[in-house]
C-alpha cells in the first residue's frame, strides 16, 4: 500500500514568508508525528498527534510553529515568518494507534527539504 | 532530559565482518526500541523493533535489550557495503513519542 506521503518535496523561499509542510499518513494510521533534522544531525522531534488531538507538543521550538490535524489524516505543519536557522528536512512519520501495552513502530516519509534564503 | 546516547562513529568495518552498534537510555520507564537504518540523503528505514529483554533475530541483524542496564545493540553479520548507512536507535517515551539518538554512521569496506 502508499506509504507516508509528504508534500512539497523541496521547497525554497525566503527569510520572513510563510510555509506550510503537508503529510498525508499510511492508511489506518491514527498516530502521526513530526521532526525535524538538520543537515548532518540527529531527528529533532517537533510534535505528536493522536487522532486530531497532539499529547505532547513538547518539541515546537517557538511560536512560529503550529501544527494541525483534522479528520484524524492529513497534518500540516506551519512555519511564521521563517527565518535562516529554520532550513533543515522536515520529516512526517504515522503509526498505527498508540496504546500503553505497545507503542507501534513509525514509518517515515521522504520528508521537505525547506531552505530559507 | 530523557536522552538516547549512540557513538557517533564513523565505524569502519571490512566486508563480512560483524558490526556492533550500540545505544543507552536514560529513562527507565520506555518499553520500546527500534533501530533505523538511514541512507545519506534518505529517511530512515525502520530494520527492527525489539520489546522484551534478550536477542532477537532477523536475518543478518539481531538486536539486544538489557533493560537493567538501559542497553540495547544490533549486531549485523556478514557486514556488506549496502550496509553503509547511519543507524539510529529510537526509544519510546511515555506519551508514545520516540526520542533517536544523533545515529552512528557505519561503512563497510570491500
Known amino acids: 500500500g502508499a506509504g507516508v506521503s509528504q508534500s512539497p518535496s523541496n521547497k525554497v523561499t525566503e527569510k520572513g514568508k510563510d510555509v506550510e509542510l503537508r503529510c498525508d499518513p499510511i492508511s489506518g494510521h491514527t498516530a502521526l508525528y513530526w521532526y525535524r533534522q538538520s543537515l548532518g544531525q540527529g531527528l529533532e522531534f517537533l510534535i505528536y498527534f493522536q487522532g486530531n488531538s497532539a499529547p505532547d507538543k513538547s518539541g515546537l521550538p517557538s511560536d512560529r510553529f503550529s501544527a494541525e490535524r483534522t479528520g484524524g489524516s492529513v497534518s500540516t505543519l506551519t512555519i511564521q515568518r521563517t527565518q535562516q536557522e529554520d532550513s533543515a528536512v522536515y520529516l512526517c512519520?504515522?503509526?498505527?494507534?498508540?496504546?500503553?501495552?505497545?507503542?507501534?513502530?513509525?514509518?517515515f516519509g521522504d520528508g521537505t527539504r525547506l531552505s530559507i534564503l | 532530559q530523557k536522552e538516547v546516547e549512540q557513538n557517533s562513529g564513523p565505524l569502519s568495518v571490512p566486508e563480512g565482518a560483524i558490526a556492533s552498534l550500540n545505544c543507552t537510555y536514560s529513562d527507565r520507564v520506555s518499553q520500546s526500541f527500534f533501530w533505523y537504518r538511514q541512507y545519506s540523503g534518505k529517511s530512515p528505514e525502520l530494520i527492527m523493533s525489539?520489546?522484551?529483554?534478550g536477542d532477537k533475530e532477523d536475518g543478518r541483524f539481531t538486536a539486544q535489550l538489557n533493560k537493567a542496564s538501559q542497553y540495547v545493540s544490533l549486531l549485523i553479520r556478514d557486514s556488506q557495503p549496502s550496509d553503509s548507512a547511519t543507524y539510529l536507535c529510537a526509544v519510546t517515551t511515555r506519551q508514545g513519542n520516540l526520542i533517536f539518538g544523533k545515529g552512528t554512521k557505519l561503512s563497510v569496506k570491500p
Open positions: 512519520a504515522s503509526s498505527l494507534e498508540v496504546t500503553r501495552g505497545r507503542p507501534q513502530p513509525q514509518h
Open positions: 525489539i520489546y522484551s529483554n
